[in-house]
């Protein structure tokens, strides 16, 4: 896609969605944290349906701290790798305790260095808390930023590189929240949406459909 192409296509997103949210439920910084932790391999609906069972019974680090890895593990069994993430929960509750005075760092380096927390969570809240121009580049991103000629690449840092290059400054705070429920809802991995899709003439996929 020609960078007018791209313009266009955010231009119709933003007309279609001016304000753009997260659909993963939280109250506080520490709750999208640990909501973006546990959304690995996971649905958001399905975060969502345990979160509102742990939230108002562990609702900050030091009420988790306290419940601990096996209390954590008891409401979150219906997510996948469920007890890799109650033991990343608890370690990084209690290292915000110690290192941060509770409080979500404002900083990529020192949320990346938080158990469970790799780049594309560290983005997630960047954006979602302080409205950071950062791309979070997950499976529904990377597919059709290759699959539309939005941003090929052939890894995840590739395919950030090139949208954080390619997108206009001006849809860039919002840009990925666009992209994931267009993957999410339209152009899905399969049997995609192409008929109800109001950028299907801007796509380059020669794949897409009638």
């Known amino acids: 896609m020609t960078k007018a192409e791209i313009s266009e296509a955010f231009a119709r997103w933003r007309a279609a969605n001016p304000h753009p949210v997260t659909e993963l439920e939280y109250g506080s910084p520490f709750q ?3 909501a973006v932790v546990m959304s690995a391999q996971a649905t958001d609906k399905g975060v969502n349906l345990a979160t509102r069972k742990l939230f108002p019974v562990a609702p900050t680090p030091e009420a988790m701290a ?3 890895e096996e209390g954590i ?4 069994k219906t997510i996948g790798l469920y007890r890799n993430k109650a033991r990343n929960v608890a370690m990084l509750s209690r290292q915000l305790l110690e290192r941060h005075a509770g409080e979500v760092p404002h900083d990529r380096e ?3 260095a938080l158990p469970g927390v790799g780049r594309k969570t560290a983005n997630v809240v960047l954006n979602a808390i302080w409205r950071e121009p950062v791309m979070a580049v997950d499976t529904h991103i990377f597919r059709i930023s290759n699959r539309m000629g939005l941003a090929p690449g ?3 840092l590739a395919v950030e590189k090139a949208l954080m290059r390619r997108i206009p400054k001006e849809y860039l705070v919002d840009a990925h929240h666009w992209l994931i429920l267009h ?3 339209v152009c899905t991995a399969r049997s995609p ?3 109800n899709c109001i950028t299907r003439d801007l796509c380059q996929s020669p794949d897409k459909l009638a």
Do not use: H, M, Q
């Open 193 to 195: 949406k192409c008929g």
């Open 66 to 68: 306290t419940l601990g």
């Open 154 to 156: 052939k890894d995840v």
């Open 32 to 34: 999208l944290l640990v």
């Open 73 to 76: 593990a008891g409401y979150i």
């Open 110 to 112: 020192a949320l990346e």
């Open 183 to 185: 993957g999410r809802y």
